[in-house]
């Protein structure tokens, strides 16, 4: 049996795939083109690994090769917030590489409590999905499971100010140049930088 693609690398950073658990089912969403990402195996898990069987995995990769670690496969890593914790914790310990969480900013909906300040001492970098600019747009693109997503998504990108040293904000370009643009504007409000994804990469 082959086994599960639970670390991938993608240029130079290596990529952890945690859960394909997730409450959104966006348009533009990679799961829907295929079984993996970048080139990798698929990402589609039989189960979901352990901390430690993630752990364990670094071991195979040598680490100086990479510049970041970054939470992001077929799903969304928050829905697996203590391994989060823990794993962004191991990594910044035992290899002293900058750790990347890129989610879709629902963390706080999904756990039921305040997530941004757990990941103080676990990730450096917090990359959240913002998609649009304002609620209609937002759920057309991401059809999220609950109606108040996108401000919930909103309130857990400012919390993370506070408690981690980068934010960023994402859009991917299968929105309008407009859109796009608004959502530069609602980015630059709130004191968040935004990247413009292309739907291609």
């Known amino acids: 049996m082959k086994s599960m693609t639970i670390l991938y690398p993608v240029k130079d950073n290596l990529y952890i795939n945690l859960t394909n658990k997730c409450p959104c089912n966006c348009t533009?969403?990679?799961?829907?083109n295929g079984d993996g990402a970048y080139g990798s195996d698929s990402l589609w898990l039989e189960r979901e690994p352990t901390v430690e069987e993630v752990e364990a995995e670094f071991e195979r990769f040598d680490m100086n090769r990479f510049k970041e670690v970054v939470f992001c496969g077929y799903g969304e890593p928050?829905?697996?917030?203590?391994?989060?914790?823990?794993?962004?914790?191991?990594?910044?310990?035992?290899?002293g590489k900058a750790v990347r969480?890129?989610?879709?900013?629902?963390?706080?909906?999904?756990?039921?409590?305040?997530?941004?300040?757990?990941?103080?001492?676990?990730?450096?970098?917090?990359?959240?999905?913002?998609?649009?600019y304002c609620?209609?747009?937002?759920?057309?693109?991401?059809?999220?499971?609950?109606?108040?997503?996108?401000?919930?998504?909103?309130?857990?990108?400012?919390?993370?100010k506070k408690y981690v040293p980068t934010v960023v904000f994402t859009v991917v370009d299968?929105?309008?140049?407009?859109?796009?643009?608004?959502?530069?504007a609602l980015a630059m409000s709130l004191g968040i930088p935004l990247r413009v994804r292309s739907y291609d990469s």
């Open 28 to 32: 533009f969403c990679i799961r829907k």
């Open 78 to 95: 928050m829905e697996r917030a203590d391994a989060v914790i823990k794993i962004g914790r191991f990594v910044k310990e035992k290899y």
């Open 101 to 132: 969480l890129n989610t879709n900013g629902l963390g706080d909906k999904i756990n039921g409590v305040p997530t941004a300040e757990l990941l103080a001492e676990s990730v450096d970098i917090v990359s959240v999905s913002l998609n649009s």
């Open 135 to 160: 609620r209609e747009k937002y759920n057309e693109v991401t059809n999220p499971k609950w109606d108040d997503a996108f401000d919930a998504m909103i309130s857990f990108a400012a919390d993370c």
């Open 174 to 184: 299968v929105i309008t140049p407009e859109d796009i643009s608004r959502s530069k």
